[in-house]
């Protein structure tokens, strides 16, 4: 429906015909317009003074006033007498938002715009809804009527023409987008308390979605609402709740570094502000590093007129101002982080105003802070009210195991140092963070997480505040070290003053003065790092000694020039027969091997100090699996050194072994780096394969140029023949002589049983073809434990090892035939025994491989034939002449008592005229035989 011109609108026309005054008259239909399109009741101003206004809406929203003026054209309107009676409406209603003038004539823009500038300068927003024809001739009157059509129907009932008028205003296309403009002008927040109220909660509730946007805009990691967030009730509500109910008392949080003062006092508000804000007064937070001068009114409207978007701060402080000397509008602002300022703030100064003056009984202000801080403050008690202070503390045990369920972790999977430390709530967000990949989990130890934890605060505070980097502040925590053993081999006194830390940080930061050297004293002595030791002094905090002193360590080791041993032993003199001593060098570990500068001579000896010290705990051992983890190859590398030396006895054994297994069982990088070592280690072989089975030397036996020359050819046969035909061929690994290697051998088969076999499935081919070469399985009973003895993956590890026998069956080659028979022999299934019954090593070909001279080989060729089977002559021909008296002699020398007993049983079968010839060569070795490893086999 087409617009009507001016001069035939039917609705202007009803409107100059209306009475401009009473319920009836045109300020009745301007004030039922205005309640429908706003939501708010609006009432008419009787007879009398007026304050400026026909009609008033106290609002929960905004507090609005109207005038309306039913002006004829020919009506002369004043710009004075108009801003005159904005004057009177400010001064008679102090919470006055906006100022409607309605009239159905036009206002001339020469009169508008400075009476709109008028107002603002009172701190009203002056609206004005004229006949003034803007495009297609929608104009503020016949938008606001548009937009009430309830209204529109009560009043003008009957009325055709003027109902149409209206109705083609509603169907004009630009008519949506002025509805929305007169809204957003009536109610938004530019307008109100209350809507600056719900725009101020929303942006609050949007900075703590995100982690990266809750540090933009609260100068904190406040990621509250985020989805993975789970959050923990601090006692903080009977505190706070008395925002409501005594509004005038200021309150403090406080707390140590990173036990969630912020998070608490948000948690509180979010809980309590329902879900537009408007269950708690209009909320300010501001970051105590925005803070300067001392006038809080002037921040209060600095962070109004950035997070709404509308208006200047000059804007804001006229509304605030008009709030402050009357109606009901009520402010809540946080003051967070009193210790991070920039410059000196006089914090008393700063509220004063809000808490005893214009906004007595009508603001709350709630600071967060360090406990050092408030008591460096005083606790502000020149201010009047005092402050309501309450420390908050840990999390609770209970809360602890309840948070750790929640984040998916496993208590027994971390270092058992870590659960105390994670009732600090930063530091159990920096394990947890850790739980989403489980790869590193088992990594973290409280070493790690301390360091961790300085990188978050330099994330949260940026070098303006903390001067020194991750290095430097490494640096400056080696010296507190280097500081603290110096006094106790001197016996001196642990204190350092003030001024001498800052001198310490001012040398490695290279600034000579400024508010950053005390911010970095603040941040050690709130960090877990020093303690205050009476005024102006700190020592080292007891937690923090040990990771000091370890950094100190392996920073003097990098520079000192003796072997590793002679510096050990000086360093750690002075903490000899203490616990202190294994908690340094568990410390020096953790930081050597996260050091890509430590050497490896002083990892190796730190790690042997360590393992080997008397103070080497459960709690230690969990630590040590855990670095496992985190440097497999460095603690694989150790363990290789110390079962080839075999020094050291089985406790070290053992802890080595375990500590491996744990690592492979608990890290998906420490499972993979620890089976790739087991294949290596247990797919090595040298040319004398007596070499690793007796005490003695292998040389001394008779015949090693032989031994050594069938080992390289069925090593090089290998290579040749078997390895280009397997689709994964084993990871072989030739030494030029066994120079403890056996030994590791049976330590990789010891850390096998305690994992799970499918995945290390690669480790036993290894074992198998490495056997094959040297003409005996190593270890055979070890390896049969560690098949059959498996309560954690027997199935998947017996069909692993079923395919492996198969895929070395099919390459149809006697030595990989060998290497699937020890497969095979050892894991002992029915469907092994059916496989080792119908291979290709029960033929009589096979029964004469070169292996006939060798105990296993016979073994193998006894174990092929049935007990009551008759032995074919030509292989009992070709056995007899293999064992001749040197053969016997060589062999026996290097088995122990039960296997020559048992070798004595297969040569009755096979050989028996070689029977006496064995039985003389073994008494004349008897006086040697208890020198045998019992079971080397």
Request: proline share 6%.
């Amino acid at each position: 429906m087409p617009l009507m011109p001016p001069a035939a609108n039917p609705l202007l026309a009803r409107l100059s015909a209306l009475d401009a005054s009473g319920q009836r008259g045109f300020e009745g239909l301007v004030r039922d317009a205005l309640a429908e399109v706003t939501g708010q009741r609006f009432y008419l101003a009787g007879p009398g003074r007026q304050g400026g206004v026909d009609a008033l809406s106290p609002g929960n929203v905004a507090c609005i006033g109207m005038e309306a003026k039913r002006y004829q054209s020919s009506t002369h309107l004043p710009l004075d007498a108009l801003k005159a009676k904005v004057a009177d409406a400010a001064s008679s209603y102090p919470g006055l938002d906006v100022w409607i003038l309605a009239t159905p004539r036009e206002l001339p823009l020469q009169d508008a715009e400075p009476l709109r500038v008028y107002g603002a300068a009172l701190g009203v927003k002056v609206v004005i809804l004229d006949s003034c024809k803007g495009p297609r001739g929608l104009d503020g009157v016949s938008v606001l009527l548009a937009a009430a059509p309830l209204t529109c129907d009560a009043w003008f009932a009957g009325e055709a023409a003027v109902l149409a008028a209206i109705a083609a205003v509603r169907a004009a296309s630009e008519f949506l987008v002025a509805e929305a403009q007169l809204r957003d002008r009536l109610l938004g927040a530019d307008l109100g308390w209350d809507a600056a109220r719900r725009a101020m909660a929303a942006w609050l509730r949007e900075s703590m979605a995100e982690q990266a946007r809750s540090r933009a805009r609260l100068d904190t990691f406040a990621e509250l609402l985020a989805p993975a967030t789970r959050l923990m009730d601090r006692p903080v509500d009977g505190l706070l709740d008395g925002v409501l109910s005594a509004p005038g008392v200021p309150r403090a949080v406080l707390g140590p570094e990173g036990h969630g003062k912020t998070w608490a006092v948000l948690k509180w508000w979010n809980e309590r502000a329902g879900a537009d804000g408007t269950g708690l007064p209009l909320t300010v937070f501001i970051p105590a590093r925005d803070v300067s001068g001392d006038d809080l009114e002037a921040l209060v409207a600095a962070a109004l007129a950035s997070r709404t978007g509308v208006g200047d701060e000059a804007h804001w402080r006229r509304r605030l101002a008009r709030w402050r000397r009357g109606g009901t509008a009520t402010l809540f602002v946080v003051l967070d982080g009193l210790n991070q300022v920039r410059a000196p703030v006089r914090w008393a100064d700063l509220v004063r105003p809000f808490v005893s003056d214009g906004w007595v009984g009508r603001a709350s202000v709630v600071f967060t802070a360090r406990p050092t801080e408030w008591r460096r403050l005083n606790g502000l008690a020149d201010l009047s009210p005092a402050p309501l202070p309450h420390e908050i503390g840990p999390y609770t045990d209970e809360q602890v195991d309840d948070l750790l369920r929640a984040a998916g972790l496993d208590r027994q999977a971390l270092d058992p140092r870590l659960p105390a430390l994670m009732k600090v709530p930063r530091l159990f967000a920096l394990a947890a963070a850790r739980a989403r990949d489980p790869i590193r989990i088992t990594e973290l130890t409280p070493e790690a997480l301390a360091l961790e934890e300085y990188r978050h605060r330099l994330r949260l505070h940026g070098a303006e505040r903390l001067p020194l980097g991750e290095e430097g502040f490494r640096n400056l925590v080696t010296r507190l070290g280097q500081r603290f053993r110096g006094s106790v081999a001197e016996a001196r006194d642990q204190v350092i003053t003030r001024r001498e830390l800052v001198q310490e940080i001012s040398l490695e930061s290279g600034e000579e003065r400024g508010p950053g050297l005390d911010a970095m004293v603040s941040e050690l002595a709130s960090g877990r790092w020093l303690v205050e030791w009476g005024e102006n002094r700190f020592a080292l905090d007891t937690r923090a000694v040990p990771l000091a002193l370890g950094l100190a360590l392996v920073d003097e080791a990098r520079r000192d020039p003796r072997p590793p041993e002679a510096f050990l032993a000086e360093f750690l003199d002075v903490f000899r027969g203490s616990d202190l001593g294994a908690k340094v060098i568990r410390a020096a570990c953790a930081v050597a091997l996260l050091d890509g500068e430590a050497n490896e001579g002083m990892r190796r000896q730190l790690l042997l100090e360590w393992v080997t010290a008397q103070g080497f705990t459960d709690e230690h051992f969990q630590t040590f699996w855990r670095l496992a983890c985190l440097a497999p190859a460095i603690v694989a590398d150790f363990a290789e050194s110390v079962w080839r030396q075999r020094r050291w006895g089985q406790d070290l054994d053992e802890i080595l072994t375990k500590g491996l297994a744990h690592a492979a069982k608990h890290d998906v990088v420490g499972r993979d780096a620890v089976v790739a070592r087991l294949e290596r280690w247990l797919g090595t072989w040298w040319p004398d394969h007596l070499e690793g089975r007796i005490l003695g030397r292998a040389s001394d036996i008779p015949g090693g140029e032989g031994r050594r020359t069938e080992v390289l050819a069925r090593a090089a046969e290998w290579a040749r023949e078997v390895e280009p035909r397997l689709v994964r061929p084993p990871a072989l690994n030739g030494m030029p002589s066994e120079d403890g290697w056996a030994w590791v051998a049976r330590r990789a088969l010891v850390t096998l049983s305690y994992l799970p076999r499918a995945p290390a499935v690669a480790a036993l081919r290894a074992w198998a073809a490495a056997g094959a070469i040297l003409g005996w399985p190593s270890f055979t009973e070890a390896a049969a434990w560690a098949l059959r003895w498996n309560s954690l993956d027997a199935g998947a590890a017996a069909d692993a090892v079923l395919a492996a026998a198969r895929e070395f069956l099919e390459v149809d080659h006697p030595l990989a035939t060998r290497a699937a028979r020890s497969l095979l022999h050892a894991l002992a299934t029915p469907e092994a025994a059916y496989l080792l019954a119908h291979s290709e090593a029960e033929n009589t070909k096979d029964r004469c491989e070169p292996d006939r001279a060798s105990f296993w080989g016979l073994k193998r060729l006894d174990d092929a034939c049935s007990a009551d089977e008759e032995a074919d002559g030509v292989v009992a021909a070709t056995v007899h002449a293999a064992w001749d008296e040197d053969r016997l002699r060589e062999v026996l020398s290097s088995l122990s008592v039960r296997h020559a007993a048992e070798l004595l049983a297969l040569l009755a079968r096979w050989a028996p005229a070689r029977v006496p010839e064995a039985i003389d060569a073994l008494l004349r070795r008897a006086a040697t035989l208890d020198h045998y490893w019992p079971d080397c086999a």
